[in-house]
């Protein structure tokens, strides 16, 4: 049950991520959106936990935040390796 719950919160992080990364990010996949999602969910466990974060009780809100800046991040890197920003330079 849990790895269905870290996918849930891996598409919802992975949304959120997409949300407030700077530029146009729009055009990668969905796939690579839950796949970014999903890591922001893994990863910001791992920092948050790496910090001295050890949950509160009721909705650990610092945690979350965490997993939406670090999905956002590797929303930027998906898609600035994918190549497909249409922000280029003209």
Not at 33 to 58: E, K, M, Q, R
Not at 66 to 76: R, T
Request: charged residues 10%; contains cysteine; aromatic residues 8%.
């Amino acid at each position: 049950m849990e790895i269905i719950g870290v996918i849930v919160a891996g598409i919802i992080i992975g949304l959120l991520g997409k949300f407030v990364a700077p530029g146009r990010k729009d055009n990668i996949p969905i796939w690579l959106t839950i796949l970014c999602g999903i890591g922001g969910v893994v990863i910001g466990w791992f920092v948050y936990t790496a910090f001295g974060g050890n949950g509160s009780p009721g909705i650990d809100w610092v945690r979350w935040i965490v997993a939406i800046v670090i999905a956002a991040v590797l929303v930027v890197i998906a898609s600035t390796v994918t190549g497909r920003n249409t922000s280029a330079h003209r």
